[in-house]
């Protein structure tokens, strides 16, 4: 069984490649062997003859640079909407089963698969399939990022029964700081770890590269379950 994880979000935009990077950092930091995947990435900026996925290319960089960039993202797409809808536009198919062998492509036994998939949770991906499809065929446990601003806690709890419902494991909830002019009563980390009777990830905006002591903590856990 592949070990590893899959980053999703409640909504595209949260900074679930933020996550990823100060995560794989860590886990890196604890002598994984990082395989970073995001098998398709729209809005992808062209450069001559190519499209450069630059979230795949912070992820890869984050996890050292080791393999090549078309192996963290089959499927780029230029068009800044759905990857369904961008790949349309291209004159292209989406199949979730391509999808599902590009992430595993190339990952050995010993090896750590970190997976972000494309927008929230429920944000479809294919014409007929959706992340947490993906997600669910991967079966991976399940790190969910949202932005930390007014509307989290009932995005994080939707996502969080969707991901449940599919018998996949929660592994952790970060909140990103994506507004340094957050609001300051604003509690969203204490309402969802009453809702969720679990401790939430809070991440500053001016984080820096250096994790939080609790995803340092996610990390080391990940990094023990060898």
């Given amino acids: 069984m592949t070990r590893g994880l899959f980053i999703t979000g409640t909504d595209t935009g949260v900074g679930k ?21 995001k098998p398709v990435e729209s809005g992808c900026m ?39 809808r961008a790949a349309a536009l291209a004159g292209q198919t989406l199949d979730l089963e391509q999808l599902i062998a590009a992430c595993r492509q190339d990952v050995g036994a010993e090896d750590f698969l970190v997976v972000e998939g494309a927008g929230g ?17 991967l079966d991976l446990p399940v790190l969910l990022v949202t932005a930390d601003r007014l509307g989290a806690v009932h995005q994080v709890l939707v996502a969080a029964e969707a ?38 990830i809070a991440l500053p905006s001016q984080a820096g590269t250096g994790a939080l002591p609790q995803l340092a903590a996610l990390a080391e856990k990940l990094a023990r379950n060898r």
């Fill in 17 to 37: 490649t933020r996550v990823g990077t100060l995560l794989i950092r860590e886990l890196v930091g604890r002598d994984l062997r990082i395989c970073a995947r």
């Fill in 46 to 84: 062209r450069h001559g003859n190519a499209l450069v996925p630059a979230d795949a290319l912070a992820l890869r960089a984050a996890a050292g640079n080791r393999e090549a960039l078309d192996r963290v993202c089959a499927f780029p797409l230029e068009a800044p909407v759905s990857p369904a």
């Fill in 121 to 137: 949770f429920l944000s479809p991906l294919t014409r007929d399939e959706l992340n947490a499809d993906l997600a669910r065929q």
């Fill in 163 to 200: 991901i449940a419902r599919r018998g996949l494991i929660l592994a952790a909830v970060v909140l990103n700081q994506v507004d340094p002019a957050l609001d300051a009563r604003l509690d969203n980390a204490a309402e969802l770890a009453h809702w969720l009777g679990r401790t939430i």
